[in-house]
């Protein structure tokens, strides 16, 4: 029953360590980028209001994303546990996120913030832009998320802490590495894979 939140700026590192600590905890990794990113690709409602944020690397409305959340959470898998990449990323998603969650009379366990020096995000984020080919990850819109990051997700850091929930990782090194300093200190919490 491990219920835990990866914050971090655009190329942290979250999607990758979201995927394999999903496997070790036998929880569901949610993503609300890659939620987007299915909805835009398959011409849904929500995807053609999100195109155009996602594409000048703006958030998309809390609105939208919290009811996307909100729902997605009331599904069966996620009922023991989840790991949330790339939400709350506004101090309403945090609102709503409480909201969410004492209304399932459940609460966090921990926040593991992702942290990684501004040369090497912008230089992951231009080797995924051409590995990948996502259409945000042109280097106007590198450097707008990462201002966007700065100026409305950063400040939850502090939110969370004052809660004495974050653990906070160096994102730097192999793959590996960083999740293994994630599972010690998750470990060190308590929360181990059979918690
Ligand atoms: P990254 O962390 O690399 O910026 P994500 O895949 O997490 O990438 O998100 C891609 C885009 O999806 C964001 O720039 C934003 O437009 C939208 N998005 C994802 N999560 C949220 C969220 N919680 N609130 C608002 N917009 C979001």
Redesign the pocket.
């Known amino acids: 029953m491990t219920r835990l939140l990866l914050i971090?700026?655009?190329?942290?590192g979250?999607?990758t360590q979201a995927a394999l600590l999903s496997q070790h905890f036998g929880i569901p990794a949610i993503?609300?980028?890659?939620i987007?990113?299915y909805n835009v690709k398959n011409q849904t409602p929500l995807g053609v209001e999100?195109k155009g944020?996602?594409d000048r690397?703006?958030?998309?409305?809390?609105s939208?994303?919290n009811s996307l959340?909100r729902d997605r959470l009331s599904h069966d898998d996620a009922l023991g546990g989840f790991l949330l990449?790339?939400?709350?990323?506004?101090i309403d998603?945090v609102h709503e996120l409480d909201s969410i969650l004492s209304d399932a009379g459940k609460r966090l366990d921990v926040v593991v913030q992702l942290t990684a020096d501004s040369e090497e995000l912008v230089r992951r984020?231009a080797h995924r832009a051409e590995v990948e080919g996502r259409a945000?990850d042109t280097p106007d819109v590198i450097r707008r998320?990462l201002e966007?990051?700065e100026s409305q997700t950063a400040p939850l850091i502090d939110v969370y802490a004052a809660r004495g929930l974050v653990a906070m990782i160096d994102g730097l090194g192999e793959i590996a590495d960083v999740t293994a300093r994630i599972v010690e200190a998750l470990d060190a919490r308590g929360l181990t894979k059979d918690a």
């Open positions: 971090g700026p655009p190329g942290a979250k999607g993503s609300t980028g890659d987007f990113r999100a944020f996602m690397g703006e958030y998309v409305p809390d939208l994303t959340v990449d790339g939400y709350p990323r506004t998603q984020l945000d998320r966007v990051y």
